[in-house]
């Protein structure tokens, strides 16, 4: 027989105790259920909170249509490929006129999908010309609490308060013939905003005041192009910042080749070159490993990133040419590599020694990079369609294929179990 349990008034020393030892351990699991969890980490710029494409929800959607796990769809106006960013309620992205002579800032509400800011970043009396294949709102932007920095290329760089749309301050003095339109994205490491400018004209890096603009480095690339063709020396990249035993570098890939530098200084650290030209896809770091993607030349290579100086003689792990990318970027799961290039042929190969363990022909162009997530890689592709696959290091797993009017130049974001989708022309959320 269980003794009754007799009701005693408790001290406030004695209720201190209580919440410690019996709520403490409450509160900790809900701080790590998938509810807190989805807003511990923000989809603050391109390719997420770590640059890599890789998400914590537990349960994003495998199978969706334009009437199938869809919570919301709004149309975007203008011509633009940037990806959305997240921050708390507030979905950010840019767009442009497809003549160029608007530039904007768009924010939506992530609950219900309504525009509540558009705000008129620049106009431009005399855009530069643009590839049909590009837009003039290409750069994805980065957010932060009460801040979002958007960049148009040469045509202009500003920052704005989230909260009324003001424009903060804005930079229009930083040159670039881009000659095929921008597409490099910036990144915000500290304090400050850093930015390739690949052009046909001038090559170099800058690193801005993220508070104020003003330049706080600035370093012209060192490379030997080897021609006098700019149209081979432009390049798309966002570049990376990591630290690798202690020392802190941003690695920034350009047509040639790829260099590092110190993020606080600018100065040069090491630069590797591999040939090829306009690159796009961003850099990751991984297993001691800095894998970067290149059109043309070695293609998609590992450096170890401890050298000085030019290290294309001594510190290239592996290269690997077969079926890589041009635009979209790759993804690192444990291990392995995933990627799909321009034509949609997917591959898996090892990190540490750029051995192939499959390759699949799934079909159509791709642009957007996938992302990854409990297991599963998303791809999404330039008509109309979007696949799920097993991160599986040992076979080729479809597991989903998905429909929607109008294909994707963007690449994804997420906030908690839920995709944010950019097509050509519209903004989805899609969950369960």
Same mark, same amino acid.
Request: aromatic share 10%.
């Given at each position: 027989?269980?003794?009754?349990?007799?009701?005693?008034?408790?001290?406030?020393?004695?209720?201190?105790?209580?919440? $410690?030892?019996?709520?403490?351990?409450?509160?900790?699991?809900?701080?790590?259920?998938?509810?807190?969890?989805?807003?511990?980490?923000?989809?603050?710029?391109?390719?997420?909170?770590?640059?890599?494409?890789?998400?914590?929800?537990?349960?994003?959607?495998?199978?969706?249509?334009?009437?199938?796990?869809?919570?919301?769809?709004?149309?975007?106006?203008? $011509?633009?490929?940037?990806?959305?960013?997240?921050?708390?309620?507030?979905?950010?992205?840019?767009?442009?006129?497809?003549?160029?002579?608007?530039?904007?800032?768009?924010?939506?509400?992530?609950?219900?999908?309504? @525009?509540?800011?558009? @705000?008129?970043?620049?106009?431009?009396?005399?855009?530069?010309?643009?590839?049909?294949?590009?837009?003039?709102?290409?750069?994805?932007?980065?957010?932060?609490?009460?801040?979002?920095?958007?960049?148009?290329?040469?045509?202009?760089?500003?920052?704005?308060?989230?909260?009324?749309?003001?424009?903060?301050?804005?930079?229009?003095?930083?040159?670039?013939?881009?000659?095929?339109?921008?597409?490099?994205?910036?990144?915000?490491?500290?304090?400050?905003?850093?930015?390739?400018?690949?052009?046909?004209?001038?090559?170099?890096?800058?690193?801005?005041?993220?508070?104020?603009?003003?330049?706080?480095? $600035?370093?012209?690339?060192?490379?030997?192009?080897?021609?006098?063709?700019?149209?081979?020396?432009?390049?798309?990249?966002?570049?990376?910042?990591?630290?690798?035993?202690?020392?802190?570098?941003?690695?920034?890939?350009?047509?040639?080749?790829?260099?590092?530098?110190?993020?606080?200084?600018? $100065?040069?650290?090491?630069?590797?070159?591999?040939?090829?030209?306009?690159?796009?896809?961003?850099?990751?770091?991984?297993?001691?490993?800095?894998?970067?993607?290149?059109?043309?030349?070695?293609?998609?290579?590992?450096?170890?990133?401890?050298?000085?100086?030019?290290?294309?003689?001594?510190?290239?792990?592996?290269?690997?040419?077969?079926?890589?990318?041009?635009?979209?970027?790759?993804?690192?799961?444990?291990?392995?590599?995933?990627?799909?290039?321009?034509?949609?042929?997917?591959?898996?190969?090892?990190?540490?020694?750029?051995?192939?363990?499959?390759?699949?022909?799934?079909?159509?162009?791709?642009?957007?990079?996938?992302?990854?997530?409990?297991?599963?890689?998303?791809?999404?592709?330039?008509?109309?369609?979007?696949?799920? @696959?097993?991160?599986?290091?040992?076979?080729?797993?479809?597991?989903?294929?998905?429909?929607?009017?109008?294909?994707?130049?963007?690449?994804?974001?997420?906030?908690?179990?839920?995709?944010?989708?950019?097509?050509?022309?519209?903004?989805?959320?899609?969950?369960?």
């Amino acid at each position: 027989m269980v003794p009754p349990v007799r009701s005693k008034p408790y001290s406030l020393h004695a209720l201190a105790r209580l919440m $410690k030892t019996r709520l403490l351990p409450v509160v900790a699991l809900l701080l790590l259920s998938p509810v807190f969890l989805a807003g511990a980490e923000h989809w603050n710029q391109f390719r997420g909170p770590r640059g890599d494409g890789c998400a914590d929800s537990p349960s994003l959607p495998l199978q969706w249509s334009e009437t199938r796990n869809v919570s919301w769809k709004t149309e975007i106006h203008g $011509k633009a490929w940037s990806s959305p960013v997240v921050w708390r309620e507030q979905i950010w992205l840019t767009s442009a006129t497809e003549d160029g002579k608007q530039l904007f800032a768009i924010c939506a509400d992530a609950r219900t999908g309504r @525009i509540v800011q558009e @705000i008129t970043v620049f106009e431009i009396a005399e855009p530069m010309d643009c590839y049909p294949y590009n837009s003039y709102a290409s750069s994805t932007p980065v957010v932060e609490q009460g801040r979002l920095w958007v960049h148009f290329g040469s045509a202009g760089t500003a920052c704005l308060d989230t909260t009324d749309g003001r424009v903060l301050w804005s930079r229009q003095d930083l040159p670039c013939d881009h000659w095929r339109g921008p597409g490099s994205s910036p990144i915000v490491f500290r304090d400050l905003l850093i930015v390739n400018f690949d052009g046909y004209d001038l090559q170099y890096v800058v690193a801005l005041d993220k508070h104020t603009g003003r330049t706080v480095w $600035k370093a012209d690339r060192s490379i030997d192009y080897g021609t006098d063709n700019g149209d081979l020396k432009k390049g798309y990249c966002t570049p990376t910042v990591f630290e690798h035993q202690g020392r802190l570098q941003v690695v920034s890939p350009a047509a040639v080749g790829t260099v590092a530098y110190d993020p606080l200084t600018g $100065k040069e650290l090491w630069k590797v070159y591999h040939g090829g030209f306009n690159p796009a896809a961003r850099p990751l770091y991984s297993h001691g490993l800095v894998i970067i993607n290149t059109e043309g030349g070695l293609r998609l290579l590992a450096v170890r990133p401890d050298g000085t100086g030019d290290v294309t003689k001594t510190h290239l792990a592996w290269s690997y040419g077969r079926a890589t990318p041009t635009r979209p970027s790759q993804l690192i799961v444990r291990d392995h590599l995933y990627m799909v290039n321009d034509q949609g042929i997917a591959t898996c190969l090892d990190v540490r020694t750029g051995v192939p363990a499959w390759t699949q022909r799934m079909g159509g162009r791709h642009s957007a990079s996938p992302i990854y997530a409990d297991g599963r890689i998303w791809f999404f592709d330039e008509e109309n369609r979007s696949r799920v @696959i097993e991160a599986n290091c040992r076979e080729f797993r479809l597991l989903a294929e998905n429909p929607l009017d109008s294909g994707c130049m963007a690449s994804p974001a997420v906030i908690g179990d839920a995709l944010i989708l950019r097509t050509k022309t519209h903004l989805y959320r899609i969950e369960r």
